[in-house]
C-alpha cells in the first residue's frame, strides 16, 4: 500500500507549501520514495483526483473533526460528519471565526476552546483554534477539498463511492517526542533558523527514524533516499520532517486492525490522532 503523510496550511504560497512525503511499507522497512511541495489547494486537488486508482492511506497534520460540544452548541449534527461539513463549507471564513467567538464567549475560563479526548492524550490544541496554532482554519480550508474527493476520513466519515483511498489525523509532534523529547527543531517561517541547535534536532531524529528504535516502536525503520534527507535537514521550518512523520503514522496504521483506532473506545468516535503512543494512552486512560 501507498502511505502518504501531508504537512498542511490553510494558507499554501512558494515560501509555506502544503508537504507531502510518499513512501511504500515493505515488511520492517517504510521506503519514503518521494517528496512534494504544493503551493495551491488546487495541487492537492489534482493529487486527491489522479491518485483516484490507487489504494492509498495518508495521515494529515490538520483536524479532521470537531468535538461534538461544539457541534451541539450550534445544534448541529454531531455524529453527521458530512452533513455537519456540508455547512461549514456553506460559511466564509469571517462566519466560521464568528462560529468560535460565539462559542468561547459562552465557556468557562480554561474551557474556551473544546478538546476531543485525543487532543488531550497527545497535548494538541483545540481543534477549533485560530491563532497561533490556527488548525481550525487548516480544518476549514481542507475539509471541502475531502467532501469534493470522496475519500474515506476515518472515523467520521466512510464516503457513498469508497474507492480505497482514506485519510486518518497525523500528528507529527507524537513522533518528535519519541525521539528527541520537546528539544526544538523548526523554526517560524518569519524566524529563519540561524542556530545550529535546530539542525542539530533534526539531525538527531531523521537518524532516529532508521535506527531499531523505530522500529521497536512502529515496527520499521525508515529508508531515506540521501536527496531526501538532505533536503529535510535543512528545511528550516520542520515541514519536510512533519510530513515524513504523518507518513510514519500512516504506515504503522496501514498494519493495525481499523487503522489503530480504537473501536471500543466511545470518545474515539469524536476523532481520533492515529499514532501508536496515542493507541497506548488511550487503553490506560480511556477503558
Known amino acids: ?22 513512501a511504500q511499507r515493505q515488511s520492517d522497512r517504510l521506503l519514503v520514495t518521494g517528496l512534494e511541495h504544493w503551493v495551491s489547494f488546487d495541487a492537492l486537488r489534482q493529487w486527491l483526483t489522479t491518485s483516484v486508482a490507487q489504494t492509498w492511506l495518508c495521515a494529515i497534520d490538520a483536524p479532521l473533526s470537531f468535538p461534538y460540544a461544539f457541534w451541539e452548541f450550534f445544534d448541529w449534527p454531531a455524529d453527521n460528519w458530512q452533513r455537519c461539513a456540508e455547512k461549514l463549507s456553506q460559511l466564509s471564513m469571517q462566519a466560521f471565526e464568528a462560529m468560535v467567538a460565539q462559542y468561547s464567549q459562552t465557556q468557562a ?22 491563532y497561533r496554532v490556527p488548525v481550525g482554519r487548516m480544518a476549514f480550508r481542507l475539509w471541502p477539498i475531502l467532501l469534493e474527493s470522496t475519500v474515506d476520513i ?26 528527541i523529547g520537546k528539544t526544538p527543531y523548526k523554526s517560524e517561517l518569519s524566524c529563519p533558523d540561524r542556530s545550529p541547535s535546530h539542525r542539530r534536532a533534526r539531525q538527531m531524529l531523521l537518524e532516529a527514524v532508521q535506527q531499531d528504535g523505530c522500529q521497536d516502536l512502529y515496527g520499521f525503520r525508515v529508508d531515506l533516499p540521501e536527496a531526501i534527507a538532505s533536503t529535510m535537514l535543512e528545511d528550516f521550518r520542520g515541514d519536510s520532517l512533519d510530513a515524513m512523520s504523518c507518513c510514519m503514522q500512516a504506515a504503522w496504521a496501514a498494519s493495525r486492525e481499523d487503522f489503530g483506532i480504537p473501536r471500543n473506545i466511545k470518545a474515539a468516535k469524536e476523532g481520533w490522532i492515529v499514532d501508536p503512543q496515542c493507541l497506548l494512552l488511550a487503553q490506560q486512560t480511556l477503558q
Open 1 to 22: 500500500m501507498l502511505c502518504v503523510g501531508i504537512d498542511f496550511t490553510s494558507a499554501p504560497r512558494k515560501c509555506k507549501p502544503i508537504t507531502a512525503v510518499f
Open 154 to 179: 476515518r472515523p467520521v466519515h466512510t464516503s457513498e463511492r469508497p474507492q480505497h483511498r482514506t485519510m486518518i489525523e497525523g500528528y507529527p509532534a507524537m513522533v518528535a517526542r519519541a525521539f
Open 109 to 130: 475560563p480554561g474551557q474556551k476552546l473544546p478538546m476531543r479526548p485525543t487532543d488531550r492524550l497527545t497535548k494538541s490544541s483545540s481543534p477549533v483554534r485560530l
